[in-house]
Structures are given as C-alpha cells and as structure tokens.
C-alpha cells in the first residue's frame, strides 16, 4: 500500500445537516493542516490519478463516486485512483465540530484560491499543489502516468483558474507525467484582458475584468506574475472545455448572473464557446486545448464524468 494512503485518517461515518451535506472522511496532512479529502479504492498499481474538483455545494464525495463510476464505465479501475479534496468553509467546521487542525476557507474564497483561514493560511491552489506534488513523488507512486484534475460547474471555475495561475512543477516533466485540465460547465471564466464577447456598461459593471474574471488584483498565490505570462503559460497546458449541449438555461438557479459573467455570454454553453473562440483568436498558431460537446447532457456533474465525451476526455477512451 502507498505510503501517502496509509497516512490518510479516517474518522466516523457522515453525518447529515444544514450546509455542506457530509464531511469527507479522510485526513491528508499539508504543510497548513488537515485537507478533508474523499478517496477511492487504490488500485495495486495506480498509473492515473483523477482528482475531482466539487462545486460550491462542496459535495466532494459526490464527486467522487462519480469519479469512480466514470471510471468503471471506462474500464479503467485497475489503474485509476480517484480522490476529492473537499475545501470545507468556516461554518462547515462549526457545524460538524470538527478539530482546529482541519483547513477551512471563509465562504466561497477557496474557488479563487483564496487564503485559508485556519489553521494557516495556505491557498486552496497552493493545496492542490501539494496534492499534485506528492502524486509526482517516485517513492510513494512509481508508477503514476498521468494526474487529470476535473471540475464541474464551481469546480469548473477552480480548475479553469488553477489552470491559469498553477506554478510549474518541475518534477512533473523530470518524471514524464502529463497533466490534463478537464473544465467543465463552469459559470465564468478568468479572461486574459478586458475583450468581451458581449457588450456591457463598462461604467455599471467595474467589477468586470477584476479576479475572477479577469487578471486585476488577482490572489497572493500568483506570485506577481504579469497577464502576458499568465496567459503564456496557460495556452501550453492542456486543457479541455467539456460543455453540455443541454447547459443553455440563461435563469439557471446556480447560474452567475452577475454583469460580468453576463459580458462572457447568456448561459453556460454559450459562455464556453465564446471563451474558446477568444482563445482562438488570440493563438491561432493553435493552443495545447481543445472545447469538446456533450450531447444530451445539461448541467449535470454525474452526466458530464459518464458520458463517453466524458470517458475520452479523462481516460482518452
């Protein structure tokens, strides 16, 4: 058994109240404190690892039984690991009394990497650093391939996000690990300068190219980089817009209808095109990304994972 699993502690089963619906049962121990993580069964020899971002239900496990549903469907349990990290807020804690050591973030700060506020401060992008960096690490997962990292709807916008401002890991070219970015069905997006696909009141919506959705006044964990290399590093990686064809409900309830995701488009479908279109036109040398369509499928987590589209995306089915 990996050593990084067996550090995993486990606590009691999950109970159910107001807020977040249950508390991941597993511990993984960061620099900053004790990450609530979902984890699924470890194949004898894991040579992928799906890290499955939630939304702002912070349902992790949700997702990760999606995960592994997917997973199966693709034939691909002998080698997968699936596992959520689960960015539990300051009420989740109070709520479920839980110890001063595990991490919480103050509402929904942790999906724009944000800064923990206890028991340190540490990013909720710095964390998935330190996810992706022990998953690098030879002695703990020889045989490790490939780390896909998938996120639906507000974990959409984490991973889009994380995408753009995620520091360069260099043990992950040292060992020959790719790293893939599946974006799916997210609200908004973070926009490289202040184009927008929809014309707006610039003078009613200020707001509009401030992080998260654009690159003014971005969070700590940016480490003062510029748009310029933001963007340069963000078309290198590889990245896939995964979009429900049925996501087009511009009166979503969870949708963001704030004046600036209003400037990206009218619902989610549309928001994805357009954002891909803008990238395009940007780089039309042709960027390491591509925008994939999911028919028959809304905004639906489980729908997204499952769906062949879905399969291919993640285990290049």
């Not at 540490?122 to 998938?150: H, M, N, T, W």
Request: aromatic share 8%; glycine share 12%; charged share 20%.
């Amino acid at each position: 058994m990996h050593k990084w699993l067996l550090a995993l502690l486990f606590i009691g089963g999950t109970a159910q109240a107001a807020g977040v619906d249950a508390i991941s049962p597993g511990r993984l121990q960061l620099q900053a404190g004790e990450m609530a993580v979902g984890i699924g069964p470890a194949p004898a020899k894991i040579e992928r690892v799906l890290i499955v971002i939630h939304g702002k239900l912070r349902n992790a496990e949700t997702y990760r039984k999606s995960g592994e549903s997917a997973a199966e469907l693709a034939g691909q349990t002998a080698n997968t690991l699936v596992i959520a990290p689960q960015f539990l807020n300051e009420s989740d804690v109070a709520l479920y009394s839980l110890p001063a050591s595990v991490l919480r973030w103050k509402g929904n700060e942790w999906m724009g990497g944000g800064l923990s506020t206890g028991p340190n401060a540490l990013s909720s992008y710095a964390a998935l650093d330190e996810i992706i960096g022990r998953l690098s690490d030879r002695k703990q997962f020889p045989d490790v391939k490939q780390i896909v990292i998938f996120g639906h709807s507000g974990g959409g916008q984490v991973v889009q996000r994380y995408a753009l401002l995620a520091r360069e890991q260099p043990a992950l070219k040292a060992e020959g690990i790719r790293l893939r970015y599946v974006v799916a069905n997210p609200s908004s997006y973070a926009y490289f300068n202040e184009q927008r696909p929809v014309a707006f009141d610039h003078a009613q919506c200020p707001g509009f190219n401030r992080w998260k959705y654009g690159l003014v006044d971005p969070p700590i964990y940016s480490g003062g980089q510029t748009p310029a290399q933001l963007e340069g590093r963000y078309v290198k990686r590889e990245v896939i817009y995964l979009l429900g064809q049925q996501d087009t409900d511009p009166q979503h309830p969870a949708l963001d209808k704030s004046c600036a995701a209003e400037a990206q488009g009218a619902y989610r479908l549309e928001r994805g095109k357009l954002f891909f279109g803008y990238l395009l036109r940007r780089h039309p040398e042709g960027a390491n990304q591509r925008l994939v369509e999911v028919p028959g499928v809304g905004h639906n987590g489980d729908g997204m994972l499952t769906s062949p589209e879905g399969q291919k995306a993640i285990f290049d089915q």
